[in-house]
């Protein structure tokens, strides 16, 4: 059976689900411009914020050096922590819920064979306490990541937990944390070097969002006995996969035309909905991805813009008894995209009973395997009644080298659609003011800083009346 993941278009196209769909004609005429953006990655392929098109095939040296750390972890420690936001926690979430038990840290430590593992990307104040409130110090290890090396969030962490481990680690405590940053920039570096931790790095050219197939997501995943190795080979078959500018062979070029084309007529929401717990933060990390790097307000030569389309993460079949109403009778204005797994990696029989209720007895002798799928068509059905633009992604089942092709697949289909919608996709500097704000309001003293607080001061007084 072949392990491709497969890309199923027809409920786009107006061909399968009616008028509202998308016209061969419109796709026709978008081929050009495909074609052209197509030749716009390639030709960016390992250059400035391109380096994460080298990532499936430049890291034999690193990928050796992060299992031999992983192995030692798993020797000396009881729990595995990554301290990291955005781009630097979202990837290892997304990996570690597809790729390993559902249940993983309750797990016996002999069933388990690795420490247990805790991503804690944000700063709610309760988060850290409750932390130290399920690991032993003295057993665990902390990742820090952050690429910029200053992030607030992230630092701030290190600070709580460098302090934790001092008191309870004594002289052994630099031992206790694994640095992965970027080589040239920002603090963490000079903060690695000068206390000696063991540091991995970010390349230059891999931005947060891109960064799970580099240290950032690869530690965390041999960690916890992830084939690491498997999800670098599925990144690299779907990079073969699409090297070629034939649509209709590229699968991840067509969505991104598709996906552009849905945008230019009013599809501005992108619903990813998986039918598996397991790839329910697949669509948390896509979120980000799609998000943050199509989200612009300027062109590449500086026209207004204010492009994008919002991602909005759903579970099959959870969130049928939550969201479908809306997809199915709401606005116009969503795509709908389905992760379904062809195998499971268990089968769930649904046992006989209540047989004087014929429509609970008809579910014994079945699965759940049976149901979740019956479910997913149904919905599917519902959706393709009511007109709804949806696409299909195959896994043939979840295993490292699908996940590395699906990852893979979306950083593509988003560096294409970045192309076609002439936007730099790789930055964002929608997210620096909050940032500036915030410090401003934590009261950091730099010029910029207490000129940001001075403009704040300039918004217009709240009014008792709208506060309630
Ligand atoms: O995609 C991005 O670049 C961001 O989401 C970053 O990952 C996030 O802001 C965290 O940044 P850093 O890794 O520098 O701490």
Known sequence: MSNQIRLDVNPMMAEYVGPRGIARAELDAMIPEMKKAHAAVEAGRGKDMQGWMDLPYNQDAIVA???ATAAKVCEEFEAFVVLGIGGSALGPAAVQAALNHL??????????KAPRLYIEDNIDPERMAALMDVVDLKKTCFN??????????????YLIVT???KAACGDDWKKHIIITTSEQKGFLIKIAKREGFKTFYIPDG???????????GLIAAAVCNIDIRGLLAGAKEMDERCKTDDVFANPALLDAGLMVIAMNKGANMSVMMPYADSLKLMA??????WAESLGKNLTLDGKPCNVGQTPIKTLGVTDQHSQLQLYTEGPFDKVITF???DAFRATTPIPHGCDDIPTIAFLGGKSHNQLIESERQGTEY?????QRMCQIISLPEVNANTIGQLLYFFELVTAYAGALLNINTFNQPGVEESKLAAYAVMGYDSEVHTAKREEMKNRPERKAEYIL
């Open 65 to 67: 050096e992060i299992e």
């Open 103 to 112: 249940h993983y840290n309750e797990l016996p430590a002999e069933k388990r």
């Open 144 to 157: 820090v990541i952050t690429k910029s090396g200053g992030t607030a969030e992230t630092m701030s962490q």
């Open 163 to 165: 302090e934790a481990l």
């Open 206 to 216: 891999v931005g947060g969002r891109f960064s799970e197939l580099c240290p950032v």
């Open 284 to 289: 948390d990390w896509y979120a980000q991805l």
């Open 339 to 341: 992760l379904k797994v």
């Open 382 to 386: 519902a959706l393709f009644k009511a």
